[in-house]
Structures are given as structure tokens and as C-alpha cells.
């Protein structure tokens, strides 16, 4: 029996399986490491996955169980799964290093232990969400994603954290509710729930001419959903409440993984269920083109007239969601491809710009306003430099993985004449109101605050974690920005295979 088949399934039980034994783990520090041991273990099993599967050119399915379609259970993996499994376990053990020493701050002792238990079922969820092969599984992890996102918002445990949860869970709720209803119609007329079955149903369904309308109802209704969840424009009111209310890590977590993982879902669905050519014909792909276009205008300038860093950054989440709504739309499978490369460059650049905000209001008495943390890159320069990396990438300056995304972003508009002109408008003015909101901050941090006399104030005190975690996040962020080709290869393959 080849083992490497058994990671898919092995990464997910490994993440669930470490939030019911940290349950009798009563020290939060042994948590946390039980937590980045699992990370670190599903990253090098994530890694082989990756190598076995892209030189073998394969994309392989384990059956759960011993029950075949429709009753069974299945995960499927490819190139593209892999990577995203390797991103996920990386990032994820990033921001929880980066984050060690506010994660004891800002959660009461007593209920560390809970916190990582949260951590370890929203790391094994968004896996299920990568590998699962099956609609109505998906649904339940999206659930179980929902919880956890609530509490990690919630773990602050204050007055606004409350406020800001139940409105993320009411906004949540009705995404869940439009992705359940459009799976229960799917199921009516098909009956069937493993995608590649669905796949074969929907096609004979399209070819007799028949539930041509109930289709494109059922796929409004889920990609509906999913926009919701994602936060796209103007479904992304619950962000600025919750960043602003979570934790450091938490806020990482969020911003860079958990709304992605609600968007490769989307993607899977439509090579694995649909095809892009249908979701092109029921003029879907013309509605998410729209509201990204429209979310990469309205987020830059809500981000633009904020003053508070941590909201600044949730609206700059809006306007990047929109940029990989903007390729998916595109309909194409260079723009698919676009926008997989932009979630993995927002995914490194926001998260490490949430892990090094932290340190900086750390470092400046807690402040949120921008002109509160002056001198911040002063008293801690690896913050500084780690804000610099991060706003450069999200801007999309050369050598960083913001400007290989959206270099392709650009590339793939081409092949659609009609909406060409305005994507690459947009993009342009994006990139602009970037670097606008990004500029006050960025001077606030660098401007000199001398005390005494002369000097900026004491240094704060190093820690070994965040430095660890805020260079290899700078790492990796330069290693895609230049090696951009090697990731755009495992996505050709990835989706090629997927489709």
C-alpha cells in the first residue's frame, strides 16, 4: 500500500484528533507546541504530497470507509490540494509563533488550552475544505469553521469582541444557509453528493435541456454563499469588527487562511462539479467580475479614510478578496490561475502584516491609531522592516509575491477583450489607493520620536519567536515574488488536472 495516499486523511485526523487531546492539557504552553508540532508535521507531509503528486502528474482519490458513491466519503488530492495543505500548515504555524507572546497577553491562562483546541479544529476543517470530495462533508466543515472563527474572534474575551462575534456569526449564518439550500436543490435532482458523480449527473442534465434554470439558481445560490463567508463586496461588513476585536494570531489566521479556504472550495465546485464554461454561460462569472472590480475600489477607500491600523488592514482584506474575485470572473482558466496566485500572496503578506501590527502596538502601549505608533519601527526594526515587506507585497512592487499575482491578474484580462479595459483601470487605480492607505502608517511607524536626549526611547525587549517568524514569512514572500514561474506551474497542473 502506498502511504504517501494516506496524507490527505492522515494531515485531517492529525489536526482533529490534537483538538480532543489538548483537552487534557492543562499548561497553554504545551498546547501551542502540541499545536505547531501538528502544523509543522502536516507542512513536511504536505510537502512530499506536493512532490509526489506534481512529478507524477496525478491527482488521486481515497475512499473513506468502505462505502462507494453515492453513500461514501471521499477525499481527492492533486498538485493544487497540496500546496494549498503546505501554505496552510506553514502560515498557520508562522502566525502562532509570531503571535507566542500576545496569544499569553491577551488570553486568560485558564483558557489557553481551549484557545489551541480552536486552533487545532479550524486547521483541520479548512484541510477537509481542501481535500474533501464530497459536497455535503464540505458543508459541515464549513460549519465547523464558522464555530471556530466565532471563538478565536471572541477569545479577547471583552465587550467589543462579543459585539464584533455575533455579528461575524450573523453574517455567517446566512452564507451557510445559501450554500445548504443550494446543496439540498443539487441533491434533489441529482442525487448524488460525491462531486465527480455530481460532475457526470449535471452534465447529462445539461444535455437533455433539462433543470437548465433550477442549475443556475442552485449555482447562485452556492456562490452566493460563498461570497458571503469570504467577505466580498458588500457581503464584508463583519471584517473590520472582527480583526479590530481578535488577537493577533487570530486576526492572521482569519485574514489569511480561513476566508481563502471558503474560496478554493468555490473553485473546486466549479471544475469539479460545473465547468467553467457553464458557470460562464449562466453569466456568473460576470457577477463576480463586477463585484470584485467593485470591492478593489470600495475596500482600498474605506481602508484610505481609516486611521485605525487593524480596521485599515480589514478593509485592505476586502479590496485583495476583490482581486481574486476579479480573476475568477475573468472566466477563464488563466484567470482561475490568477487568482490561486493571489490568494497564496495575500495569505503571506496579510498575515504577516497582522503579526507584525501586533508587535508594534505591543511595542507602543497597545495603541490602535496610526499616529500612536510612531517610532514603533524604532523600538522594534524587524516589525518595521516585516511592515515594509508586507505592504510592498499587497501593493505589488516588483520582487514581492503581491506583484507576481497581479502581474498575472493583468496578463489574464487580455483574453477577455470585453472586460480587459476595465480590469486593468482598476487594477491600476487599486495599486494606487494601496500605496495611499499604506503610506500614513508606514510614516507614522518610521517617524522619530526623540526622548531625553536625543535618542528614540529603549529598545523593546527581542523575542526570539517573532523575529523567527517574521523573517521566514519575509522569506518566502521574496521566494515566490522571484520564483513566481515554479508556483504558476504547480497551478497550471493543478487546475489542469482538477478540470
Same mark, same amino acid.
Given at each position: 500500500?502506498?502511504?504517501?495516499?494516506?496524507?490527505?486523511?492522515?494531515?485531517?485526523?492529525?489536526?482533529?484528533?490534537?483538538?480532543?487531546?489538548? $483537552?487534557?492539557?492543562?499548561?497553554?504552553?504545551?498546547?501551542?507546541?502540541?499545536?505547531?508540532?501538528?502544523?509543522?508535521?502536516?507542512?513536511?507531509?504536505?510537502?512530499?504530497?506536493?512532490?509526489?503528486?506534481?512529478?507524477?502528474?496525478?491527482?488521486?482519490?481515497?475512499?473513506?470507509?468502505?462505502?462507494?458513491?453515492?453513500?461514501?466519503?471521499?477525499?481527492?488530492?492533486?498538485?493544487?490540494?497540496?500546496?494549498?495543505?503546505?501554505?496552510?500548515? $506553514?502560515?498557520?504555524?508562522?502566525?502562532?509563533?509570531?503571535?507566542?507572546?500576545?496569544?499569553?497577553?491577551?488570553?486568560?491562562?485558564?483558557?489557553?488550552?481551549?484557545?489551541?483546541?480552536?486552533?487545532?479544529?479550524?486547521?483541520?476543517?479548512?484541510?477537509?475544505?481542501?481535500?474533501?470530495?464530497?459536497?455535503?462533508?464540505?458543508?459541515?466543515?464549513?460549519?465547523?469553521?464558522?464555530?471556530?472563527?466565532?471563538?478565536?474572534?471572541?477569545?479577547?474575551?471583552?465587550?467589543?469582541?462579543?459585539?464584533?462575534?455575533?455579528?461575524?456569526?450573523?453574517?455567517?449564518?446566512?452564507?451557510?444557509?445559501?450554500?445548504?439550500?443550494?446543496?439540498?436543490?443539487?441533491?434533489?435532482?441529482?442525487?448524488?453528493?460525491?462531486?465527480?458523480?455530481?460532475?457526470?449527473?449535471?452534465?447529462?442534465?445539461?444535455?437533455?435541456?433539462?433543470?437548465?434554470?433550477?442549475?443556475?439558481?442552485? %449555482?447562485?445560490?452556492?456562490?452566493?454563499?460563498?461570497?458571503?463567508?469570504?467577505?466580498?463586496?458588500?457581503?464584508?461588513?463583519?471584517?473590520?469588527?472582527?480583526?479590530?476585536?481578535?488577537?493577533?494570531?487570530?486576526?492572521? %489566521?482569519?485574514?489569511?487562511?480561513?476566508?481563502?479556504?471558503?474560496?478554493?472550495?468555490?473553485?473546486?465546485?466549479?471544475?469539479?462539479?460545473?465547468?467553467?464554461?457553464?458557470?460562464?454561460?449562466?453569466?456568473?462569472?460576470?457577477?463576480?467580475?463586477?463585484?470584485?472590480?467593485?470591492?478593489? *475600489?470600495?475596500?482600498?477607500?474605506?481602508?484610505?479614510?481609516?486611521?485605525?491600523?487593524?480596521?485599515?488592514?480589514?478593509?485592505?482584506?476586502?479590496?485583495?478578496?476583490?482581486?481574486?474575485?476579479?480573476?475568477?470572473?475573468?472566466?477563464? !482558466?488563466?484567470?482561475?490561475?490568477?487568482?490561486?496566485?493571489?490568494?497564496?500572496?495575500?495569505?503571506?503578506?496579510?498575515?504577516?502584516?497582522?503579526?507584525?501590527?501586533?508587535?508594534?502596538?505591543?511595542?507602543?502601549?497597545?495603541? !490602535?491609531?496610526?499616529?500612536?505608533?510612531?517610532?514603533?519601527?524604532?523600538?522594534?526594526?524587524?516589525?518595521?522592516?516585516?511592515?515594509? *515587506?508586507?505592504?510592498?507585497?499587497?501593493?505589488?512592487?516588483?520582487?514581492?509575491?503581491?506583484?507576481?499575482?497581479?502581474?498575472?491578474?493583468?496578463?489574464?484580462?487580455?483574453?477577455?477583450?470585453?472586460?480587459?479595459?476595465?480590469?486593468? +483601470?482598476?487594477?491600476?487605480?487599486?495599486?494606487?489607493?494601496?500605496? #495611499?492607505?499604506?503610506?500614513?502608517?508606514? *510614516? !507614522?511607524?518610521?517617524?522619530? $520620536?526623540?526622548?531625553?536626549?536625543?535618542?528614540?526611547?529603549?529598545?523593546?525587549? #527581542?523575542?526570539?519567536?517573532? *523575529?523567527?517568524?517574521?523573517?521566514?514569512?519575509?522569506? +518566502?514572500?521574496?521566494?515566490?515574488?522571484?520564483?513566481?514561474?515554479?508556483? $504558476?506551474?504547480? %497551478?497550471?497542473?493543478?487546475?489542469?488536472?482538477?478540470?
Amino acid at each position: 500500500m502506498n502511504l504517501i495516499l494516506n496524507i490527505p486523511f492522515f494531515s485531517i485526523f492529525l489536526a482533529m484528533f490534537g483538538g480532543i487531546v489538548t $483537552v487534557l492539557i492543562k499548561k497553554g504552553d504545551n498546547a501551542r507546541r502540541l499545536h505547531m508540532t501538528i502544523t509543522s508535521i502536516t507542512a513536511v507531509l504536505s510537502f512530499i504530497l506536493l512532490l509526489y503528486t506534481y512529478y507524477g502528474r496525478q491527482r488521486f482519490t481515497f475512499m473513506m470507509g468502505h462505502f462507494p458513491a453515492p453513500w461514501g466519503n471521499e477525499l481527492k488530492a492533486g498538485p493544487l490540494e497540496a500546496m494549498f495543505a503546505l501554505l496552510f500548515s $506553514v502560515v498557520m504555524f508562522l502566525s502562532i509563533g509570531g503571535g507566542k507572546l500576545l496569544i499569553k497577553k491577551d488570553v486568560l491562562p485558564e483558557k489557553q488550552g481551549f484557545y489551541f483546541i480552536i486552533m487545532n479544529m479550524i486547521f483541520g476543517s479548512m484541510l477537509a475544505l481542501i481535500y474533501t470530495n464530497d459536497l455535503f462533508t464540505a458543508y459541515v466543515f464549513i460549519e465547523i469553521n464558522t464555530i471556530c472563527s466565532c471563538a478565536l474572534i471572541m477569545a479577547k474575551d471583552s465587550g467589543n469582541s462579543i459585539i464584533a462575534t455575533i455579528h461575524y456569526l450573523i453574517m455567517s449564518l446566512l452564507g451557510s444557509g445559501f450554500i445548504l439550500f443550494s446543496i439540498a436543490l443539487l441533491y434533489s435532482i441529482t442525487g448524488q453528493l460525491l462531486m465527480p458523480q455530481l460532475k457526470e449527473s449535471v452534465t447529462l442534465l445539461l444535455q437533455s435541456g433539462r433543470y437548465n434554470f433550477q442549475l443556475t439558481i442552485i %449555482v447562485a445560490l452556492f456562490t452566493i454563499g460563498i461570497a458571503i463567508k469570504s467577505a466580498l463586496f458588500p457581503f464584508h461588513t463583519m471584517l473590520p469588527g472582527a480583526y479590530d476585536s481578535a488577537n493577533t494570531s487570530s486576526s492572521a %489566521v482569519l485574514s489569511g487562511l480561513v476566508l481563502k479556504s471558503y474560496i478554493i472550495l468555490l473553485i473546486k465546485v466549479y471544475y469539479c462539479v460545473f465547468t467553467i464554461d457553464m458557470i460562464r454561460s449562466m453569466r456568473i462569472s460576470n457577477l463576480l467580475f463586477f463585484l470584485g472590480l467593485c470591492g478593489m *475600489v470600495a475596500g482600498s477607500l474605506m481602508a484610505l479614510k481609516e486611521r485605525r491600523i487593524k480596521r485599515e488592514l480589514a478593509y485592505s482584506s476586502v479590496a485583495q478578496i476583490g482581486y481574486i474575485y476579479m480573476g475568477i470572473g475573468l472566466g477563464s !482558466d488563466l484567470g482561475i490561475e490568477a487568482a490561486v496566485l493571489h490568494i497564496i500572496a495575500h495569505a503571506l503578506a496579510k498575515s504577516l502584516l497582522f503579526i507584525v501590527v501586533g508587535r508594534m502596538k505591543d511595542v507602543s502601549l497597545s495603541q !490602535d491609531y496610526n499616529h500612536c505608533l510612531k517610532c514603533a519601527a524604532h523600538k522594534d526594526p524587524v516589525a518595521g522592516i516585516g511592515f515594509l *515587506v508586507g505592504t510592498f507585497s499587497i501593493i505589488g512592487v516588483p520582487l514581492f509575491a503581491g506583484f507576481a499575482s497581479k502581474l498575472y491578474l493583468s496578463i489574464a484580462s487580455f483574453i477577455s477583450p470585453v472586460k480587459m479595459a476595465a480590469a486593468l +483601470i482598476i487594477i491600476a487605480a487599486s495599486m494606487i489607493l494601496n500605496a #495611499m492607505y499604506f503610506i500614513p502608517p508606514t *510614516v !507614522d511607524i518610521w517617524s522619530p $520620536v526623540h526622548v531625553g536626549d536625543g535618542n528614540y526611547g529603549p529598545r523593546a525587549k #527581542m523575542s526570539k519567536s517573532f *523575529v523567527m517568524a517574521c523573517v521566514a514569512f519575509i522569506a +518566502i514572500n521574496f521566494f515566490v515574488g522571484i520564483n513566481y514561474k515554479y508556483i $504558476v506551474h504547480i %497551478v497550471e497542473l493543478g487546475i489542469q488536472l482538477m478540470g
